[in-house]
């Protein structure tokens, strides 16, 4: 997952949320993921897809999310 931060922190969106998109169906899957993020399944999906535009607040949700769900804890410094 931080590889997949790195990537949006440094421009490569479609790159970062693709490794999401990889990273969730590892982990909890969007099933889960959708149960308890509130957001429907399929939107998740469409999110994280190829042509996904996900806003701010539902992809830093969703890595709070993945971060309690998976125990990994991602931290940002500066270089």
Do not use: H, W
Request: hydrophobic share 40%.
């Amino acid at each position: 997952m931080s590889e997949a931060i790195e990537l949006l922190l440094s421009g490569d969106v479609e790159t970062g949320r693709s490794l999401l998109r990889d990273y969730i169906n590892a982990t909890i899957g969007f099933q889960e993921l959708g149960q308890k993020s509130g957001l429907p399944p399929k939107s998740l999906m469409r999110m994280f897809g190829p042509s996904g535009n996900p806003r701010a607040d539902n992809l830093f949700a969703v890595i709070r999310l993945l971060q309690d769900e998976t125990g990994v804890q991602i931290a940002v410094k500066a270089a």
